[in-house]
C-alpha cells in the first residue's frame, strides 16, 4: 500500500474529536491505524492495514485492528466498500463518491459522477426507508485484467 499524502495536523485533530465525541479512548494503536490509512489510494483490508500496523505496534492483534477499523465506521471517519464477496474493505473518503469493482483482480477504485449523486430515489423506497447515503457500484474488469484477457487469445 501506497501512502498518497501525509496526515495534517487538522485532520488528525479533527478525527481526535470525533472520537472524543462518541467517547472513544484515543490510543497510539487508534491513532497509529488512522493515520496509516489516511491518504491511500486503494481500499484496505483489515488483514492489509494489520500487516503494516503490526510493524510499529508488533503486539497488536488482527482482532483489535479489525475491531478498530469496524468502530472507526461506525463513527463515520471511515466507510466500508460495497463488495459482496470476500474481505471487507474499507476507504478513507467519506465524501459522496462512487465506487468501480474489477471483479478479476478485486480491485476498487473511486470515480465522481455528478449524474449518479442526483439520482432520483423511488417513492416506493422512501416510504419504506430514510435514505442517508447514495453510492452507486459499477461491476466489470479493469483495463489490465482486459488487456490480459486479449493476450491469452
Known amino acids: 500500500m501506497n501512502m498518497k499524502k501525509e496526515i495534517?495536523?487538522?485532520?488528525?485533530?479533527?478525527?481526535?474529536?470525533?472520537?472524543?465525541?462518541?467517547?472513544?479512548?484515543?490510543?497510539?494503536?487508534?491513532?497509529?491505524?488512522?493515520?496509516?490509512?489516511?491518504?491511500?489510494?486503494?481500499?484496505?483490508t483489515a488483514d492489509a492495514v494489520y500487516q503494516i500496523v503490526k510493524k510499529e505496534h508488533p503486539h497488536i492483534s488482527f482482532d483489535t485492528v479489525n475491531r478498530t477499523?469496524?468502530?472507526?465506521?461506525?463513527?463515520?471517519?471511515?466507510?466500508?466498500?460495497?463488495?459482496?464477496?470476500?474481505?471487507?474493505?474499507?476507504?478513507t473518503d467519506v465524501t459522496t463518491h462512487h465506487h468501480l469493482h474489477c471483479m478479476k483482480c478485486g480491485k476498487v477504485y473511486d470515480f465522481n459522477s455528478a449524474n449518479y449523486d442526483n439520482l432520483t430515489i423511488p417513492q416506493g423506497i422512501l416510504k419504506q426507508f430514510r435514505v442517508v447515503n447514495k453510492r452507486v457500484v459499477l461491476k466489470g474488469f479493469c483495463r489490465t485484467c482486459q488487456n490480459e484477457n486479449h493476450k491469452k487469445m
Open 69 to 91: 477499523l469496524l468502530t472507526f465506521t461506525e463513527i463515520g471517519v471511515l466507510d466500508m466498500v460495497e463488495i459482496f464477496s470476500g474481505a471487507k474493505r474499507f476507504d
Open 8 to 44: 495534517d495536523e487538522d485532520r488528525l485533530n479533527e478525527f481526535m474529536q470525533i472520537c472524543q465525541r462518541h467517547r472513544l479512548k484515543i490510543t497510539p494503536q487508534r491513532v497509529s491505524i488512522y493515520q496509516h490509512l489516511f491518504g491511500l489510494d486503494t481500499h484496505p
